[in-house]
């Protein structure tokens, strides 16, 4: 926490700072899918990563993000030709030190563009 210079030694009770401490050390969520076989690379690393997703609001607070490229995109070509054709994948949030998060039961959605060039 921040203290200015005039904060006091308290034994019993409690002080609060003149300034808001910065705790949150999360800037971004990783969106993660087994819909893509390497994903999207950070820091030169694959890890099944779809979206970058920057905490841009307060805590507490919706974040609403849109990717700003369309180009952005992770490649699905392990499901090409796939003979028994899935109908379900999972989908995850890490950190960015790839630790996955526990949303204590809140709900989070996301909505997926699907582009494919035909032969």
């Keep these: 926490?921040?203290?200015?210079?005039r904060a006091v030694l308290v034994t019993k009770g409690s002080l609060t700072a003149?300034?808001?401490?910065?705790?949150?050390?999360?800037?971004?969520?990783y969106l993660h899918s087994d819909l893509v076989h390497q994903g999207i690379p950070t820091n030169s690393i694959y890890g099944q990563v779809i979206s970058v997703i920057p905490v841009t609001a307060a805590p507490g607070?919706?974040?609403?993000?849109?990717?700003?490229?369309?180009?952005?995109?992770?490649?699905?070509?392990?499901?090409?030709?796939?003979?028994?054709?899935?109908?379900?994948?999972?989908?995850?949030?890490?950190?960015?030190?790839?630790?996955?998060?526990?949303?204590?039961?809140?709900e989070y959605s996301f909505t997926l563009l699907f582009k494919w060039d035909t032969v």
Excluded: H, K
Aim: some cysteine; hydrophobic content about 40%; overall charge negative.
């Design 1 to 5: 926490m921040i203290f200015s210079e």
């Design 18 to 29: 003149p300034y808001i401490a910065d705790f949150n050390n999360l800037n971004a969520y």
């Design 61 to 106: 607070n919706l974040i609403v993000y849109q990717g700003q490229y369309e180009n952005l995109f992770a490649d699905c070509d392990n499901l090409i030709g796939s003979i028994n054709g899935r109908s379900t994948f999972s989908f995850w949030l890490t950190t960015e030190n790839n630790q996955v998060i526990d949303m204590n039961g809140e």
